[in-house]
């Protein structure tokens, strides 16, 4: 099995602290930078599954380091370099506590909260009638709380972020307005690759004052994309849409018992499992993007994470 990177243990000159993600290690520099270590580590049902996945942590980081740099110019954000496949290093920001959920479609969530009578929204009504995978007239926002971890997050209208003060009626205005032009952005890069992207988070912070975007973007752990070709046919016969994100690692843990519930084991993660996933990961890189991906040397890899974020933190 190839060598992947699920524990990181690094202490850069002037760190701080360290905090660990499901996925994500990120290393406060100074209070003034961050460095953010993509691991290879995969979770799904909020529980960090076994094994490591080779070349997820270098796809999931470029993707989102693509697309920061195809948005910047519509709003600031944290990246300052990316000096390692599987590192970004940036701007440390105090980030809000909602995460801006764009959705253009009923689907996931929201679909089985329709389906189960709910016509309403994070405060936004719904009409009767509608189904599975249908497009809404325009994206709509849907914030939801930034839980504790090991905690769920949970949906928040407009009106309660701003009566419970969590932010300010003039951050979240700016707020909702970058959400939704950087949907209308990745929306239009994703027509170009015959895809349609579904829905996505967005997390936000403030840097001097200044709003910054942070964390990752457009990736598959964080979105859903529908293959445009075929979307309408499939729709009108309400069969399942095409769908590149993660959900095949969900699928694949359901249908051997798992959704995370107390009592269930995670299936075992064979080695033909592990390569399977990565395999997949790396064609939904190749599909966003639209490039081959090149895997990076897996000999060492700590080390050369270490040496190229020592370099970078150098000249900061």
Same mark, same amino acid.
């Given at each position: ?17 360290? &905090? ?157 307005? &970058? ?138």
């Amino acid at each position: 099995m190839k060598k992947a990177v699920v524990k990181t243990n690094f202490n850069f000159a002037g760190q701080k602290e360290v &905090y660990e993600g499901k996925v994500r290690d990120v290393y406060n520099i100074k209070n003034q930078y961050i460095v953010m270590v993509v691991s290879d580590r995969i979770s799904a049902f909020d529980v960090v599954l076994p094994e490591g996945i080779p070349y997820k942590g270098q796809v999931l980081n470029q993707i989102a380091s693509k697309f920061l740099d195809a948005t910047s110019d519509i709003c600031p954000n944290w990246k300052i370099a990316s000096p390692d496949p599987m590192v970004t290093v940036g701007h440390r920001c105090d980030s809000f506590a909602v995460e801006m959920i764009v959705r253009a479609y009923l689907t996931g969530s929201s679909w089985r909260d329709y389906k189960a009578g709910s016509r309403e929204i994070c405060g936004i009504e719904l009409p009767d009638g509608m189904k599975e995978h249908q497009v809404f007239p325009q994206p709509i926002i849907t914030p939801s709380t930034k839980a504790e971890q090991g905690a769920h997050d949970e949906n928040i209208s407009r009106e309660e972020i701003l009566k419970q003060g969590i932010v300010s009626e003039e951050d979240y205005v700016i707020l909702e307005k &970058y959400a939704l032009e950087l949907f209308k952005r990745g929306t239009e890069i994703a027509a170009e690759k015959g895809l349609i992207l579904v829905d996505t988070k967005y997390e936000f912070g403030k840097k001097d004052d200044e709003i910054y975007l942070i964390d990752e973007i457009h990736t598959p752990d964080s979105s859903r994309y529908f293959y445009a070709e075929g979307y309408q046919e499939r729709f009108d016969k309400g069969e399942q849409q095409r769908q590149l994100s993660k959900e095949f690692v969900r699928e694949w843990l359901m249908e051997n018992g798992f959704q995370g519930q107390d009592g269930q084991q995670v299936p075992e993660m064979t080695e033909e499992v592990v390569n399977n996933i990565s395999e997949r990961y790396i064609e939904l890189y190749e599909r966003i993007i639209g490039e081959k991906f090149v895997k990076v040397d897996a000999e060492d890899i700590q080390e050369r994470i270490e040496n190229n974020v020592k370099n970078m933190l150098a000249r900061l």
